[in-house]
């Protein structure tokens, strides 16, 4: 069982930066994709970012690209997510996810949180104005 652990949330004001870690229990083949997906009350959960980390491919929701930003150590154990000129629209817990490496680029798209296997507890994030 892998275990999946979020670190890094708390406030910001709109147009200040904020790195989301996550950290896994252990690296294992059969999940070689990570995401960082988000929820908002009221509002379905959403994909933000993706890595395939056994290649280093990037994937990004429109919504984010451009002022987020995801990576990983080199030991590929824990992903990065860097958030810069933050909004108050990306309030939002912030959960680390990790599923198969098929569909990896695809798992910003709706239906994206269907195909997560494990997922972290989440870490809110939230931007005033």
């Known amino acids: 069982q892998v275990q999946l652990v979020e670190s890094g949330g708390g406030s910001v004001q709109t147009g200040g930066s904020m790195r989301l870690s996550c950290t896994r229990s252990?690296?294992?083949?059969?999940?070689?994709?990570i995401s960082w997906f988000r929820q908002a009350p009221g509002k379905e959960r959403e994909g933000v970012a993706s890595i395939y980390t056994a290649a280093g491919s990037t994937y990004y929701a429109a919504s984010v690209k451009g002022r987020f930003t995801i990576s990983q150590d080199n030991a590929k154990v824990t992903v990065y997510l860097q958030m810069n000129e933050l909004k108050p629209e990306d309030t939002a817990m912030y959960y680390c996810a990790a599923s198969a490496r098929r569909g990896c680029g695809t798992m910003v798209a709706d239906g994206g949180a269907n195909r997560v296997l494990h997922w972290g507890n989440g870490t809110q994030v939230t931007v005033s104005s």
């Open positions: 252990t690296y294992t083949n059969s999940l070689e994709c």
